[in-house]
């Protein structure tokens, strides 16, 4: 598993935002980033989708900063 410090935009936006990598080799490009036990999501449509989970609570309970997403990504609500 390469531990590369070349970030998609999305991932680039999550370090800036101060989550931090976790790598592994199951995540989105083999890592993830998460900041106060949250998870960032880069595709909330393709991540309910992956999960076949269409409620957003539900991904809040099982982690993933769904707030966060709404807010660094605005034009999304």
């Given amino acids: 598993m390469s531990k590369t410090k070349r970030y998609t935009r999305s991932e680039q936006m999550a370090y800036d935002e101060g989550y931090r990598a976790v790598y592994d080799d199951n995540a989105y490009n083999g890592r993830y ?37 709404y807010c660094y990504t605005p034009d999304q609500q």
């Fill in 33 to 69: 980033f998460m900041k106060d036990d949250k998870i960032w999501i880069h595709n909330l449509d393709a991540l309910k989708a992956k999960l076949s989970i269409y409620d957003e609570d539900e991904l809040e309970e099982m982690g993933y900063d769904v707030r966060g997403y």
